[in-house]
Each structure stands twice: as structure tokens, then as C-alpha cells.
């Protein structure tokens, strides 16, 4: 029950730094484009960018085995 939390939180805090790096992304392409409609679509894709490299790290991470393989 402990893991199944713990992933939930390790989810939580991925979600929200995806969250925080797409809305500085949005903020600073808004001062750069003076406000124009590309924020949006910056925006996303700077969020999609922070995940995949999140699932990337995720991906590369050594795990060890929750039970002897012998």
C-alpha cells in the first residue's frame, strides 16, 4: 500500500512541474509575442517536452527486482 502512495505522489509531483515549466514557457512567450495567440500551443508543447523527458529519466532509472529472480 506504502508503493501504491508513494507512486500516486511521485505522479502528483511530475504532473505539477509539468504544470509550472508550461506556464513559464506560456508566461515567457507571451512577453516575447506580445500577448499573441502562439501561447497556447507553446505552452502545450512545453508541457508534452517536461513529461516525455520525465518518462525518459523514468525509463533510464535502474530498478532492482521486488523479488529474488533465483
Known amino acids: 500500500m506504502v508503493s501504491t502512495l508513494r507512486l500516486y505522489y511521485d ?35 512545453a508541457f508534452l517536452l517536461t513529461g516525455a523527458f520525465l518518462f525518459f529519466r523514468l525509463w533510464r532509472k535502474q530498478r532492482t527486482a521486488a523479488l529474488p529472480l533465483g
Open 11 to 45: 505522479a502528483v509531483i511530475a504532473v505539477a512541474l509539468m504544470a509550472v515549466v508550461a506556464i513559464i514557457c506560456g508566461f515567457i512567450t507571451a512577453v516575447i509575442t506580445g500577448d499573441n495567440p502562439p501561447n497556447l500551443p507553446i505552452t502545450a508543447i
